[in-house]
């Protein structure tokens, strides 16, 4: 539904770069929002970024911010502290998440209450430096967020290695947790953490629900071992190069660096023909 | 100690400006990319290079704030900055001097109820140092924290200015500086409304002549806001098109 | 750590409300100082300043050593602020470093005296190159009642000027420092006295203007400004850092406030070292 | 009651009282009197004070800590908000917990919702060295506030503990003298904060400083500096 009294004012306010302090709009009629602030009736950036608008709502989005939370995202976070039932978790934002204890699965099935003895032991469930694959349920009252891992999916991360990305390259999408054909999990965090793993099938874990606390790595033969360390790869020069980081465009990365050695991945020239194929590609896919 | 001839009768300066001309400022924003927000800043010879973390955990949380963000500074000056190398203790006056000025100025420029129980970490690393320190270290730290999308009330210019043979001079280098009959004025203003966020002053000036070198030093700053501005433009248009494509 | 408790809503509300009809908690007028009493001791060079509840130590003391190298003609000068937490609660000083306002306090001093060349160190060269008047400026802060600066700064500058270092005479190479009953004593030759004048603003743009804030003034401004002038109304240092920005046009407004404080303060210097 | 005796800290006190009864009646000793092996001793430097009827020894000294002691009043400065109650300085050497419900018609729904830096009045309900010191807003036998609670507007200031001690009897020669001069409202806490509430802002620092001169004075020395305030106000 667009404002139908586009006075030129409103038109030139969408898609101009801005920086902090510089005016928006006086015109009343706008309501202001993120990265905005007002003084009297004029309407000011607080950040560079491009200004966005929707009916009468102003706002300014930065190109570069760390990830803020929204309810829903699928996220990896690290553990950094247990504390009294719960745990604190690094989300790459601005403070550190809560991954409550009543919000994780037990081991031995859904039906198992919380007992005492399970707030004594908690490090058998997360221990500091554990990677922790969980998705946002609410904001607490101060902003942090609070995670919970109430699905099979979700819950601790093993057998792989860990990239950070830019947040912003990571678009929100229905499942974050794909199989690439070539044999290996990836965990598309939208925080910019990413978990790329060994393919461990899906029945298997249903099975002994004993061990999905394990903290031990199964066996990952040499092979699988460098498909890891390839996709890893590819995923850093995706990032260095800000291609939006999807299963489609890590596919696409990965079949154009068959042909070169993985440790050359990283290398300046491979890494900007690499980024270029996987550009032309998508745009034909799309 | 020979009088050292600071301005030629034909009125030009020891680095050959005239008395109401700024040293050539060459600034760019996002240089690291592990930090949140960087920015390497060069004014004349005094090159500075400022890393911006945050608003993240803070690392003490005994410290943390419940309705605002705090703001922690360290500034230091690489031993290999001036000719004879120094290396500065930790607890050196000046240095803490200089990193809890920038911290004050910022605290009133930066809004901090917006990232409560969070913690900004500003680090400074003075590369080379040729005078008009804390005025590169506030520009350069503005470049950074724009740079890291973090929300300003306004940027902060800085500049200094002094006062030599009855004429004051703008942005003073040195030998300026460290001259003891030279006024040193430092000078940080928030553009859009002029109003001053940090004054700081050294050795002698007629109360009378502050007015005119204070002008000149904000006539100064807008300037630099000028070249910031350019700086983040330019910085955001490029992430723009890389992200877009 | 012992935090400092922060003043309540009401104090806080109440001061605003009264300085807006320009009445203050302790009853002064907006640009009165506080009560200043200072006290010079029969020891050359230790005088201490009351400035309200405010009190600080100003010790002199000298001692013979080499010059630098760069600069073999000039004697030298030395600044020590101890801002212990004797002053007050909320310091700490356990954490190793100086505190913000240590720091703060002893820049500022080092500043109006060196920097604006109060003592002529010249004067204070006994054998060119060899030998040297090095004197020392200690600062004890025994009482923090608020405005520490204004404090020091009297106290320093009086101190120097009670200060008499020995009688020196030279024949060729030789130099005889004569005792203190043998030949009475020299002052230092100081230049000019310069004295810092602090400001306090309040309200949320800053307007509400106020001089020598108390501890709780201190606690509620949101911004300072500190100018130090001597008496030939020539500007040794200012200092504005942080708090809310201020307009241009009040920092001329301090200037011609901080000048007739100034007159007045010298005055009470001078009568201290006359008694 | 005995002559004013002054003690330091290690006096031994003869507690042999002048009436008849034996030497084995049992003493009550107050703040600042101890029983070291066997004998009764001051450990405070102030006044000693004996109360023949309850036997009860105490010395009043004029120091600025306050230790709390039940049933006292004292103005006190909320610091934090927990989950059940506030946390409020009350200048003792741990701060006083207010628990929400301790205020007159507080029920689970209806709490009352005081923000941090609020000044409230309170009275000292619990009060032993083991645990934290609690205090009440209202008087827990009748329910009632009987002028407990938060006190808004208006100015505190701190002063010594032997001056709130004098200014909480009705007496107060400087509270009287001043009452006549101007309506004001006054809230005396023992633990030397006092909460004064006028009209205008002049009135209220007129009385702050009258109450913090009047510290050394007697009672016509007081009327007399009072008068003089009024006249020159």
Known sequence: MDVDMESQDTRDIASRIVTPGSVITNDTAFMRGHGTFAERTTIYSSVAGAVERINKLVSVRPLKQRYSGEIGDIIVGRITEVASKRWRVDVNSRQDGILLLSSINLPGGIQRRKSESDELQMRTFFAEGDLVFAEVQSYFADGALSLHTRSLQYGKLRNGTFVTVFPQLVPRSRSHFHTLPCGVDIVLGVNGYIWVSKHVPASKVEENSELIYSDKNEFISDDERETIARIANCIHLLNRLYVKITDTSIIFAYEASLTHAVKDLLTREIAIDLAHNVKTRLEQQS | MSRQELISPEGLRVDGRRANELRRISCRASVLNSADGSAYYEQGNTKVLVAVYGPREPRNRSLAQQDHATINVEFNIAPFSTSERRKRSKGDKRLLEISSFVKQTFEGAIQTAIYPRSQIDIYIHLLQHDGGTLETCINAATLALVDAGISMMDYVCACTAGFIDETPILDLNFVEESSIEVPNLTVAIMPRNGNIALLQMESKLHSSKLEDVMELAVEGCKHIHRKLDQAVLVAAKDLADKLSN | MVVEIEPSNIEREFLLEALEKGIRVDGRGIYDYRTLKITCSPTYGLVEVQLGQTRVLARVTCEVTRPFPDRPTEGLVQFNADLSNLAAPGLDSSSGKPSVQEVAVSRMIERVIRQSRAIDTEALCILAGEKVWSVRLDLHFLDHSGNLIDAASIASIAALRHFRRPDVTIDGEEAIIHDVNERNPVPLSIHHTPICVTFGFFGSNGDLMLVDPNLLEEQVQVSSFTITLNSHREICALSKAGGVPLAPSLIQRCTQIALTKVDDINDKIQEALMA | ?233
């Open chain 4, 1 to 233: 009651m005995a002559e004013t005796k002054v003690v330091l800290p290690g006096d031994i006190i003869d507690t042999s009282l002048d009436s008849d009864e034996e030497e084995s009646s049992v003493l009550r000793l107050g703040p600042g009197v101890a029983q070291i092996d066997e004998q009764v001793s001051a450990v405070a430097a102030g006044v000693l004070h004996s109360d023949n009827e309850k036997k009860q020894w105490w010395v009043v000294s004029n120091k600025r800590r306050y230790v709390p002691a039940e049933g006292e009043p004292v103005v006190g400065v909320v610091v934090a908000r927990h989950g059940e109650g506030y946390r409020v300085d009350i200048g003792s050497a741990q701060g006083a917990l207010l628990p929400l419900l301790a205020f007159e018609g507080a029920t689970k729904r209806n709490k009352p919702n005081l923000a941090v830096g609020t000044v409230v009045y309170a009275r000292v309900a619990v009060a032993n060295s083991v645990m934290d010191p609690e205090i009440e807003c209202y008087n827990s036998h009748t329910g009632k506030s009987e002028g407990y609670g938060e006190l808004a507007g208006g100015f505190m200031f701190k002063c010594s503990l032997g001056l709130a001690r004098r200014l909480i009897d009705s007496k107060a020669p400087v509270l009287n003298a001043l009452g006549s001069g101007i309506p004001f409202e006054v809230a005396v806490g023992l633990n030397g904060r006092v909460w004064i509430n006028t009209e205008a802002p002049a009135t209220t620092v007129l009385i702050a400083n009258a109450i913090k001169n009047s510290e050394f004075l007697d009672a016509k020395q007081c009327r007399q500096m009072v008068k003089e305030l009024l006249e020159k106000q």
